[in-house]
């Protein structure tokens, strides 16, 4: 039996480009590992089961347990990358990430179930396959993999580490309901042509890593990271749920050092000071009535990791 505990994501930049012909978006992802993570345990299956799956955790009845989940999908490509047909393995996800938060939860999923397959059926794939696959799975999977701090290109499965010191304190709110994410892109879109700026990829400039954030990264500076804190598809976000800008506005005023929409939300992200910093702004944040719950973490913490 193997456990491997993985990651959630925010994202600390997120520029996002015009749409391209092929549907995706360009886009500047500058993603940010943090303590707020899943445990996916797998354990081998009898002989003709398949790949089953169970869920443990607050959202547990919203995760599909079908063949459609990540961690599922994980197990039989890498399976299929080694000929093996069918594999027998039970899958087990304990569940922290908010579903469809915009903390890449599934990608987590998918990239911790890969590691953990791979330590129980021996394979020793090498990591740049692993990587590989993860890209295949979904463009947030690799950086699952990764951890750490780094630089997304293209749909987001480009991937370059970032130099960062010492260690920051995130607070995330929890909405009641998930965003889907094509849905946030399309209102992205959307009010981009309603500005009249237009939505093609040949309209909005190619998004780049702002220089001011990645030096507050390096330099381990929570307060000029606060103020780059910067996401694309933050008013997009607010057009579907305009109720989480009470959300960002309580946890401001609770102190923290910065707020912004986590990826696609509707999770809303917090940089606070230091760690007393960080549980100050969470108790406000439960007490507010503006979330569903709210939880202090850190990071960065690297990737999918095998538990001793
Ligand atoms: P992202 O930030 O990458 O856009 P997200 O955090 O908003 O993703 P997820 O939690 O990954 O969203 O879930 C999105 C959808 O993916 C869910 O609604 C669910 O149907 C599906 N899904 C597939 N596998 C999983 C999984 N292991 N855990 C949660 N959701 C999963």
């Given amino acids: 039996m193997i456990t491997v505990r993985v990651p959630a994501k925010v994202n600390v930049q997120l ?18 590992a943090v303590a707020l993570g899943d445990e996916v345990t797998a354990s081998a299956g009898a002989p ?18 079908d063949g459609s989940n990540l961690a599922a999908r994980a197990a ?35 990239a911790a179930a890969l590691v953990a397959c791979d330590a ?12 590989e696959l993860a890209a295949e799975l979904g463009s947030d999977v690799p950086f699952a993999l990764l951890g750490g701090v780094a630089l997304g290109r293209g749909r987001g499965e ?29 209102e992205c879109d959307r009010l981009r042509e309603e500005a009249g700026t237009g939505s093609g990829d040949t309209d909005v400039a190619t998004p780049d890593a702002d220089p001011a954030l990645l030096a507050a990264l ?5 307060v000029a990271l606060a103020g780059a804190l910067a996401n694309d598809l933050q008013s997009a976000a607010l057009s579907l749920r305009p109720s989480l800008a009470a959300t960002l506005r309580a946890g401001t005023e609770a102190g923290a050092l910065g707020a912004l929409v ?6 809303c992200a917090f ?35 095998v538990l001793p």
């Fill in 15 to 32: 520029g996002v480009g015009g749409l391209r012909a092929d549907g995706f978006h360009d886009l500047a992802n500058v993603f940010f």
């Fill in 48 to 65: 003709g089961e398949g790949v089953t799956l169970t869920c443990t955790g607050p959202d547990a009845a919203v995760v599909p347990l």
């Fill in 76 to 110: 039989r490509l890498l399976a299929a990358r080694h000929g093996m047909a069918d594999p027998d393995v039970r899958l087990h996800i304990a569940k922290a990430i908010p579903v469809a938060g915009g903390m890449a939860g599934g990608s987590a999923d998918g």
């Fill in 120 to 131: 129980l059926w021996q394979l020793a794939t090498p990591v740049a396959t692993l990587l």
């Fill in 158 to 186: 480009i991937l370059d580490p970032l130099p960062v010191t010492g260690t920051f304190h995130w607070v995330f709110a929890v909405a009641d309901g998930g965003l889907s994410t094509p849905a946030v892109f399309r």
């Fill in 218 to 222: 390096a330099d381990g500076d929570a």
């Fill in 262 to 267: 986590s990826g696609s939300g509707p999770t």
């Fill in 271 to 305: 940089l606070a000071k230091d760690a007393e910093a960080a549980a100050a702004v969470a108790d406000a944040l439960r007490a507010s009535g503006t979330c569903r719950t709210a939880h202090a973490t850190h990071g960065p913490v690297p990737g999918a990791t």
